[in-house]
């Protein structure tokens, strides 16, 4: 499910980068119908997909008729939780929109997880970076403990710090807010909400925000509206 919505954000940011919008907003369509399929059918955020005595809260593989507790190539916990995560990118952020399953999710990892809450086992790591999207104070505690730890093969330390301390400094995705920009997005922490927007083009561009709020985006380059 992430690679297929990987694949798509990549679409959206080739369509853009190169200004056919035709591209960019197929790839924008891909990515919010499999967003939406990956919330209700990998993940079962509104709890109403999953059979009431289905003892897991995810699922690491989707079938026509079924869907499996596994992946391909291992049954270790962190492999068919984390399979859904990888690669983490800015896109990833998505996962966030749901901060009360990501904590349900986490917390059924660590209880069946064989390295219970030492992250520097299996894919810890990522077990740290998904829970960032509910808790970001504890996943900086970690990284700031073990500057050094154990990572999955994809991973980088660069990256991990960056991720968790955008979500600590920043807060946690604000999906209430939506933006007429694809590269945008809202943070919040403390009850106060952050505007981030990159523009592709050229020109300044003004990007609207569904809370009334407005951004003006520097061409070329990331935009972020503190409180």
């Not at 297929?4 to 190169?18: D, F, K, P, Q, R």
């Not at 891909?30 to 999953?50: C, I």
């Not at 507790?69 to 690669?87: E, M, Q, V």
């Amino acid at each position: 499910s992430s690679e297929s919505l990987n694949a798509w954000y990549g679409m959206t940011l080739w369509g853009e980068a190169t200004g056919n919008k035709k591209i960019r907003d197929t790839g924008l369509f891909l990515f919010n119908t499999e967003r939406t399929a990956v919330e209700e059918y990998w993940f079962d955020v509104s709890a109403t997909n999953f059979p009431k005595d289905f003892p897991n809260v995810a699922l690491g593989m989707i079938w026509g008729g079924k869907g499996a507790f596994a992946t391909w190539f291992s049954g270790d916990i962190d492999c068919i939780h984390g399979i859904n995560w990888l690669p983490f990118t800015p896109a990833s952020i998505y996962m966030g929109r749901h901060p009360e399953y990501v904590k349900k999710n986490f917390e059924r990892i660590v209880q069946k997880r064989e390295g219970g809450r030492d992250f520097n086992t299996g894919w810890g790591d990522l077990v740290v970076m998904f829970n960032a999207l509910q808790d970001p104070s504890a996943a900086a505690s970690y990284i700031d403990t073990k500057p050094d730890c154990k990572l999955e093969g994809g991973n980088t330390h660069a990256f991990m710090y960056h991720w968790i301390y955008t979500l600590e400094t920043l807060g946690l995705n604000e999906a209430s807010v939506i933006a007429d920009h694809p590269f945008a997005n809202v943070y919040k922490k403390d009850g106060k909400k952050t505007y981030a927007a990159y523009n592709y083009g050229p020109t300044p561009l003004t990007v609207a925000f569904s809370d009334g709020t407005k951004l003006q985006a520097n061409p070329k380059s990331l935009t972020v509206k503190k409180p």
